[in-house]
């Protein structure tokens, strides 16, 4: 399991609770972003329903302008009509908002070094493992150097843990999620293995874990489309460089 058995009541509490106040809880997302997964996976560990609004992000609907005028983009969560935007931004307002199943630990130095984690994930991993993917012979050679020094210190932060957040699923987890699914896909459709087994052998075992358990399972996007979505993009973007 990778939820404490020991937090299955306060979860059916928090539910009743929620049923009870009449909470609306909304997410305005897409069906393929990586971003809104985190938060469809962290309201599902702390058992929270919610509406799913899925967006055309190249027709942005009104109400999702008007909940993130600044971005306009997905992940948006609507509580009680209040908007909040940004993955990592929402993944810490659902961990404050609802107690049951907490994602971030409670010593403050881990809290922080769990950030940590999360935003270099985001600055770092998603930029270097991006641009290995859009580039090609040697370029894409010399790509794989910051990226590989990247997952080496994931790697490093995994021992002795089986997940980032200990024995169960966090906030970095959540966060470093994508990795899980798009490192494979991406592995597939530029016939480059990038995490190995033999290199990143704790890293790779998370990423197993990680995907197996059912509440990230059952919500990944639909394997054909993804390819055929990161196909095009990698079309696209090769073709706009060569120009």
Known sequence: MCIKKGISAAIALARYDQNIMGEEVKLFRTWSS?????????????????ETV???????????LQCNPVHGKVPVLLHNGTPIAESLVIL??????????PLLPVDPHERAMARFWAKFGDDKVLGSIWS???????????????????????????????????????FVDLALGWLANLIGLLEEIVGLKVVDGEKLPLLSAWMQEFGDAPIIRDNWPARDGMILKFQALRDATIAAASK
């Open 34 to 50: 990586p971003f809104a997964l985190r938060i469809v996976w962290a309201l599902g560990i702390k058992a929270i329903e919610y």
């Open 132 to 170: 290995v993917f859009i580039k090609q012979g040697k370029e894409q050679e010399e790509a794989m150097v910051p990226a590989m020094e990247n997952l080496k210190f994931l790697e490093e932060e995994l021992k002795g843990k089986k997940f980032f957040g200990g024995e169960t699923i966090g």
């Open 54 to 64: 899925f967006e055309d992000i190249s027709n942005k609907s009104p109400s999702l």
């Open 92 to 101: 810490e307002y659902i961990d404050e908002t609802w107690k049951q199943a």
